[in-house]
């Protein structure tokens, strides 16, 4: 299992981004996959996930409105559209399944 996040990058804030969970060797259609994030000093926070195959989603209360989940089963590839980005998202973004992390990717939202 092997998941490579990308997307991220220096944003203004209210600006936007999409990030991209790739995997290998296993198809994302058939699990739980999810989006953590860890700003400096601070937990490992779950931003948005799948609960499974079935296409439920979750979102913290902070991104609802704001943030969407989505996949793709052909590219095996999971996404996250953040809007209105505050400054206080700052921080890596994790992609998670399979009891696998992905490297992450930075997130800087800052004018």
């Known amino acids: 299992v092997r998941l490579v996040e990308s997307g991220g990058g220096l944003v203004q804030p209210g600006g936007s981004l999409r990030l991209s969970c790739a995997a290998s060797?296993?198809?994302?259609?058939?699990?739980?996959v999810k989006w953590y994030r860890q700003a400096p000093g601070k937990e490992r926070e779950l931003v948005a996930g799948?609960?499974?195959?079935?296409?439920?989603?979750d979102y913290a209360d902070s991104v609802k409105g704001r943030f969407t989940i989505s996949r793709d089963n052909y590219k095996n590839t999971v996404y996250l559209q953040m809007n209105s980005l505050k400054p206080e998202e700052t921080a890596v973004y994790y992609c998670?399944?399979?009891?696998?992390w992905g490297q992450g990717t930075q997130v800087t939202v800052s004018s």
């Open positions: 998670y399944a399979i009891e696998s």
């Open positions: 060797g296993f198809t994302f259609s058939g699990y739980a």
């Open positions: 799948f609960r499974s195959a079935g296409g439920s989603t």
